[in-house]
């Protein structure tokens, strides 16, 4: 074999057997309620289920805004970082960092305190007089898109700054030599370069929003539910395991089925950063 | 997020309760200690781990205070008189984990804590073993929460917690609950339907003893009236905190919190009996638990002593199921106990029959009816 080192991947390749695709294949199976007797009853259900259907609208929903934002303005603050002096990017790249450190938990109770009715902004524009009677920031979906976006930002921030890193500066030298203002080149030659980033950053923070728990949970107020809390529930409480793995499935499908569209967009290898 | 329930809210309290010094940490560090390394104790206390006799019971519970509070109420005494360690493990029996273990053959736990009606519900499962009612004693528990596959081993409540300045002369009702206009501010109920359901029905004017078979749909449209004024907790911690924080100004809640609510707020938070929701919580026991038989069911039994039903009462607020427990309370215990006297007079009680049959559809029901 010419390459000696692929030895070293078996213990990594076997774990990922182990423990990722035999009970991702189990999970199928599940959701077929096993091979004794197959059914395809569970995907009857979440086809004939308005509630499900409306809490995969509403997941699906939610992460999608959640993506867009985060990654306008993973694309702002990652274009800052790459054009700023390596002091104030240190800087900035800590302040990306730091938030990206906390538990998810600790950062929906932080937005919690900051947006709810006698939180602090609120509180504040009450105290103003710019407001007669607080905004329903949060405890609601507007809150919940708020919490994710907050967590998403720095997913989107990190392969958008790499490609902007990495590009030839002088792609844009070029343009300018030949004419172009500073707006041309942008949309005409840094833009597309970077583009692939953006669609790869968009998946990641997409696929990463699709399985989102706590922050909905605690910054919806009960009243936005998403899919990863009604499959915990038909695991844990309601015990219908077949649905919940059906779901799953659904889940896994749609993410892949994604990643497939972006790739033929933007090519596999793009994709995985290798522009 | 672990905690769905009641039970799991107790693990909590307890855990606070230490850390504010009202629960002494040395003995709340030796509990656990010793849960944790219950063979070893074994060992000290004389009776020998390594023989065929039940080395120890491992009691599931869903952790925090809860852990302390059975192992001082019900294993210590138990231990004490049997030899047979008890080790409480804080692993959140919720009834899907109980389900894994049995299917898959490898049940770590003895008796698990859950709500009265997953003894039918996952009794007729086949999920678990039977009560024996030659060694437990039916008669010490409330008529009816004596079940083939599990016993009844205490009591909470759902119940109407409010900031007294709001309502100086009388305790406000479900009627209170949901005017808005008369009563402004943000009320909270339990996301997971259980209790909430029954608040909306009382609100909408059905009777105490009319609320199952439960009107879903009646329940749904009223907690939608209440629009944004309405935001669910979660977990018992959040329903606390909403109070303090005054985000709300009345709330569903469990009596647990409520009463630690009164005691940290001097009074300036409290609730009523009148109209609350009486609920059993119960031990079950997973089939192929590794504990002999006889062994487990004598605990059962030992569990429903009235002595060891106040301990856990004055421990955790949780109401003894033995009715000559409720009986013997010292004063200061009669007001926090949901089953004493005028306190369960008061109440709706829970009907475990309605839920073993529609727990499962009404969570998802709700779940779905509330959102959004």
Known sequence: MRQPYIGFLLPAAFLVCGLFLVPVGQLIILSFDGFAEPSLRWYAQILETG??????????????????IAVLLGYAVAFAMAHMGPRQRLLLLLCVLVPFWLSVLVRALAWLILLRNNGLINEGLLATGLIGAPLPLVRNEFGVIIGMVHYLVPYAVFPIFATMQNMDGRLMMAARSV???????????????????????????????????????????????????YVSISVLQT???GLAAALSVVLLVATLALLWIVSKVVGVRRLLGNA | MKKHSFQADLVEIAAQEVKAGRLHRRDFLTLLAAAGAAPALGAVLGSNPASAQASEIVLANFGG?????????????????TGIPVRVDGGSPLAGKIKAMVESKSVIWDVCDGDGFLCNQLGKQGLLDEVDYTIVDKSKVREGWAWQHGIANYTYSFVLAYKKELFPDKPPTYADFFDTKKYPGKRSMWKYQMGAMEACLLG???????????????????????????????SGAESQQMFLDGEVVMGNI?????????????????WTWEDGLYCPSSFVMPKGHPAPNEAVQKFLASILDPERQIKLLSILGNGPTNPAASAMLPPELRRIDPGYGDNVKAQAIRSEE??????????????????G
């Open chain 1, 51 to 68: 509630s499900i259907q409306r809490i995969l609208w509403t997941t699906f929903r939610i992460v999608t805004i959640t993506t867009l």
């Open chain 1, 179 to 229: 004419g172009a203002s500073p707006l041309r080149t942008f949309i005409d030659v840094y833009l597309p370069v970077t583009l692939p980033a953006v669609f790869g950053a968009g998946l990641l923070v997409f696929v990463f929003g699709l399985g989102f728990f706590v922050t909905p949970a605690i910054l919806g107020g009960g009243r936005v539910v998403m899919l990863s809390e």
């Open chain 1, 239 to 241: 015990l219908r395991w």
């Open chain 2, 65 to 81: 205070d809860a852990i302390n509070g059975m192992s001082e109420a019900w294993g210590k005494p138990f231990t004490a008189d």
């Open chain 2, 204 to 234: 909408d004017g059905v009777a105490r003893d009319k609320l199952y078979p439960a009107d879903l749909d009646r329940a749904i449209a009223k907690a939608k009236s209440l629009g944004d004024d309405v935001i669910y907790w979660e």
């Open chain 2, 254 to 270: 469990w009596n647990t919190r409520a009463s630690i609510l009164e005691r940290d707020t001097q009074g300036k938070v409290t």
């Open chain 2, 354 to 371: 309605w839920y073993e049959m529609n727990y499962d559809a009404a969570v998802e029901k709700w779940i779905d009816g509330i959102a």
